[in-house]
């Protein structure tokens, strides 16, 4: 069976500090990958999709950025947090082909201070 | 305008009650609707699809009325572990899927 992986699953770090989010897939192959972030109160707003190994696709200029180094392994990063990058963030997956049904990582609580 | 949109709510029935809430949604070449659940802080978890005029599982029935642009979600008989966020997601026709806010339900003893 499928499986996602997500960590950690809270961090906080200062204003300035660098970031990195690691998501692994398992159990299926060249999976489509999803970052989503979620404020209090809002709804899920999508980051970065990739469809393949490198292959990134941002949705809304930010101060993050993603990589595909494996065919299951997502990373979000960030050379220097901003306050308004405080969220939870969420990496999912979905078969190849389209995004019918998505199925997610446990979530990150990210508090940036 | 936002491109799927819910009634935030909270919902608070007693157990046993019927609710039911509804989300809209802008892109009229929507194919695909789905309902999700999120509890606290947890990751959002696929409750049901929504296809043509809509489908039922067990205590839940969603509903699509393609010509309004609106999806419905109703929970009979609740339990209080029906607690929950209710996310109405819309398929945008390529790779990503657009989230509502989520809708509040909470069902008391």
Redesign the interface.
Known sequence: SQTIHQWPATLVQPVGSPLSLECTVEGTSNP?LYW?RQAA????Q?LF?S?GIGQI?S?VPQNLSASRPQDRQFILSSKKLLLSDSG?Y?CAWSGPG??????????T?LSVL | RKE?EQD?GPFNVPEGATVAFNCTYSNSASQ?F?WYRQDC??????LM?VYSSGNEDGRFTAQLNRASQYISLLIRDSKLSDSATY?C?V?RN????S????TTVTVRA
Not at chain 1, 41 to 44: A, V, W
């Open positions: 489509n989503y109160g809002r709804g899920l999508l999709y469809v696709s949705e939870f969420l389209g995004s019918e049904k998505l199925f997610f990582g446990s979530g609580q | 799927v935030p695909s789905f802080r947890k990751e959002p978890k696929l699809s996310l997601v398929n390529d790779y990503k899927l989230f509502g806010a989520g």
